[in-house]
């Protein structure tokens, strides 16, 4: 069990809650000219260039996409092309929610405050939150906060934003990188790590493992 009584949840949006599907669009737009191990390779520098794209300053989410899909062309042989980049921009307001999440959501959010800390543009993200099942009390973006996680800058507009302390929040994420190594390094103490198999557990950065959103609820009582 939890053994703690948060003011918040904060949530990771893109990937803890809403299922965010990169790799299967990847797959769709290139899958008639990489195959196999060509294909895993592209998905795999993909997803690293979205990471080293938000490292810097902030930039409009298009640009952090268009430009990550430029590189790996780039590295991979494929001809880069504008159209289908902007097909993975456009395709992320349409995905929903994992399986777990309304009802992992709709038991917490009977007791706690739920919020979004998401690298987000503010023009995408609605569509996502409201596809969840469950209110929240704030959604916060990279766009409002000028940064990206896994930048602190993020992290730190939340708290004022909130007006709260890191120890008196829970935060929520599938990944250690984009999330709870910063969350550490920042004295968020209670963390939970959804374990959606798409990072590796990191344990020293103090969490509590769950499977999925309602076992978060249980561990919470609920």
């Given at each position: 069990m939890i053994d703690f009584e948060p003011k918040y949840i904060t949530f990771d949006c893109y990937g803890t809650l809403v299922n965010f599907q990169m790799a299967d669009?990847?797959?769709?737009?290139?899958?008639?000219?990489?195959?196999g191990d060509a294909m895993e390779n592209f998905i795999k520098l993909f997803k690293a260039y979205?990471?080293?794209?938000?490292?810097?300053?902030?930039k409009p989410y298009r640009n952090v996409v268009h430009n990550s899909v430029r590189r790996t062309c780039e590295r991979t042989g494929v001809p880069y092309i504008e159209a289908e980049a902007e097909q993975f921009y456009?395709?992320?307001?349409?995905?929903?929610?994992?399986?777990d999440v309304p009802e992992g959501l709709s038991r917490l959010a009977k007791k706690y405050k739920l919020v979004g800390l998401t690298n987000a543009d503010n023009s995408?993200?609605?569509?996502n939150i409201e596809k969840l099942g469950a209110p929240f009390h704030a959604v916060i973006t990279a766009e409002d906060a000028r940064a990206y996680k896994p930048r602190m800058q993020g992290f730190e507009y939340m708290f004022k934003k909130l007006d709260v302390q890191p120890h008196e929040i829970l935060h929520v994420s599938s990944s250690p990188r984009y999330d709870l190594m910063t969350a550490h390094d920042l004295g968020i103490v209670h963390k939970a790590h959804v374990l959606r198999g798409h990072e590796p557990e990191a344990p020293?950065?103090?969490?509590?493992?769950?499977?999925?959103?309602?076992?978060?609820?249980?561990q919470l009582g609920l």
């Amino acid at each position: 069990m939890i053994d703690f009584e948060p003011k918040y949840i904060t949530f990771d949006c893109y990937g803890t809650l809403v299922n965010f599907q990169m790799a299967d669009k990847a797959r769709e737009i290139y899958g008639n000219r990489l195959q196999g191990d060509a294909m895993e390779n592209f998905i795999k520098l993909f997803k690293a260039y979205r990471l080293d794209e938000v490292l810097g300053e902030w930039k409009p989410y298009r640009n952090v996409v268009h430009n990550s899909v430029r590189r790996t062309c780039e590295r991979t042989g494929v001809p880069y092309i504008e159209a289908e980049a902007e097909q993975f921009y456009l395709a992320v307001p349409t995905w929903g929610p994992h399986p777990d999440v309304p009802e992992g959501l709709s038991r917490l959010a009977k007791k706690y405050k739920l919020v979004g800390l998401t690298n987000a543009d503010n023009s995408q993200i609605m569509s996502n939150i409201e596809k969840l099942g469950a209110p929240f009390h704030a959604v916060i973006t990279a766009e409002d906060a000028r940064a990206y996680k896994p930048r602190m800058q993020g992290f730190e507009y939340m708290f004022k934003k909130l007006d709260v302390q890191p120890h008196e929040i829970l935060h929520v994420s599938s990944s250690p990188r984009y999330d709870l190594m910063t969350a550490h390094d920042l004295g968020i103490v209670h963390k939970a790590h959804v374990l959606r198999g798409h990072e590796p557990e990191a344990p020293a950065y103090g969490y509590t493992a769950v499977k999925n959103i309602i076992e978060l609820a249980e561990q919470l009582g609920l």
